[in-house]
């Protein structure tokens, strides 16, 4: 049977496309390490790779199995910068350290890119992003956008579409222009996944799955991570949950929200689908955004939010449908065969949170639906911190998170009412 994640709803598409994904054992008893790292995702991977390739003994846990949250079962696509547009972060912070976020988060991808091609990790990647506009509105700040890209920040990949262009790239007129950049594009997420854990199974990182975490304290110059079956000992630990286990620790608890994202995938469109006819992935102007691109056999994945009344809801495939259909007409009635769900970690100014949240304990998440890259990239500049160089992990550290009014008991509902209101005003 197709294995159905306990924390995701629905079957993924991706997983179908595995046939040797490795288990690995729970833990059974306690041990010491270097690094404790809770969380098997793009971050954990990362980190467990980088660090156990310098010598470092690392004992990684996850509770249920690897990928099962947000790396596995995302869009797949890179973007380009942080987040926020550049010329955003840059009225936040300056130039210069507007730049210097921009400049790590090219150095994420490259270092992505890299990481694939020297470990043999075939993650299917396609280049070219599309970012289309639905309201008229926001054209200008998408052209300038473009300009800017160029002009200010050095990055010449990125040009502005008018809707002639735009309708011919997307295969149809739903969309009223954009900008298309050359110097990114998507992956399969899982493959990532898979392929990361076994580079660090191979490092000598010692993974652990279906192992919850019940605990974690730091005192004495230790940190301790307790599970029902056993206990890890540590120098350092990393807590890299994103949007699942915040409750370990209240402070990310507050400052990173989980919120669900939907996906399906159709039945391979056939070649002369005009639907993506370059293979790009593309992501809409929405506050609610919808993403899509087509996989490596021609089907077009789908994702978004809007009109769904629950976390994990019954049909899945019939919202999907039905916002595919308003941007392709044609496809109204299109075989859906796999709808899945997933939680995506985001902070109030959609920028990754990064903190030490007790001694010798950082905790990263809330990539925002930005995080293919960034969330990898994280993983290597922590091996880099435990090392001895935290200069660059301090660029993210050091971004200005707000926690999310309400605390931790109005927290949800008021984000409900927020995407509710803004899910309005995509429409108006």
Do not use: C
């Not at 050359?182 to 490092?203: E, N, R, S």
């Amino acid at each position: 049977m197709p294995y159905q994640s306990p924390i995701s709803p629905g079957i993924s598409w991706y997983e179908s496309t595995i046939a040797d994904r490795t288990e690995y054992p729970a833990l059974d008893g306690s041990r010491s390490a270097d690094v404790v790292i809770v969380g098997g995702g793009f971050t954990g991977l990362s980190a467990a790779v980088h660090l156990a390739s310098a010598g470092v003994d690392v004992v990684l846990l996850e509770a249920y199995r690897f990928g099962d949250g947000a790396s596995g079962r995302n869009g797949g696509q890179l973007g380009t910068g942080q987040r926020a547009w550049a010329e955003d972060l840059e009225g936040q912070y300056g130039f210069t350290r507007a730049k210097a976020l921009f400049d790590l988060a090219e150095e994420a991808k490259a270092h992505l890119l890299e990481f694939a091609e020297t470990h043999r990790i075939d993650i299917e990647f396609v280049p070219g992003q599309m970012s289309v506009v639905h309201k008229k509105r926001y054209l200008k700040d998408y052209q300038a956008h473009a300009e800017l890209m160029a002009t200010r920040f050095g990055y010449p990949h990125i040009h502005y579409m008018d809707a002639k262009e735009t309708a011919e790239r997307l295969g149809s007129t739903r969309y009223l222009g954009g900008t298309y950049d050359k110097g990114t594009g998507h992956i399969q997420p899982m493959k990532l996944v898979v392929g990361t854990a076994k580079a660090a199974a191979q490092a000598g990182a010692h993974l652990y799955e279906n192992t919850k975490v019940t605990g974690i304290k730091s005192e004495n110059g230790r940190v301790t991570v307790t599970t029902p079956t056993g206990s890890v000992t540590a120098a350092k630990g990393l807590i890299a949950v994103n949007a699942y286990g915040g409750n370990l620790e209240p402070i990310s608890a507050s400052h990173v929200m989980p919120i669900r994202s939907f996906i399906g995938a159709t039945v391979p469109l056939g070649p002369d689908s005009p639907v993506l006819p370059g293979g790009e992935s593309v992501d809409d102007s929405r506050f609610v955004v919808r993403y899509f691109r087509r996989s490596k056999d021609g089907r077009l994945l789908f994702g978004g939010r809007e009109a769904y009344t629950a976390d994990n809801p019954l049909d899945i495939s019939t919202h999907i449908r039905r916002q595919i259909a308003e941007i392709y007409p044609a496809l109204a009635d299109v075989e859906i065969t796999q709808a899945w769900g997933g939680s995506v970690g985001i902070t109030l100014p959609r920028q990754p949170f990064v903190r030490e949240v007790m001694p010798n304990v950082i905790s990263a998440g809330g990539y925002s639906g930005h995080g293919v890259m960034l969330s990898n990239f994280v993983g290597k500049l922590y091996a880099e911190t435990v090392a001895g160089n935290r200069d660059r992990l301090k660029l993210l550290e050091d971004l200005k998170i707000p926690a999310f009014p309400g605390g931790r008991t109005f927290r949800a509902p008021l984000l409900f009412l927020a995407l509710s209101w803004y899910a309005l005003v995509d429409r108006i």
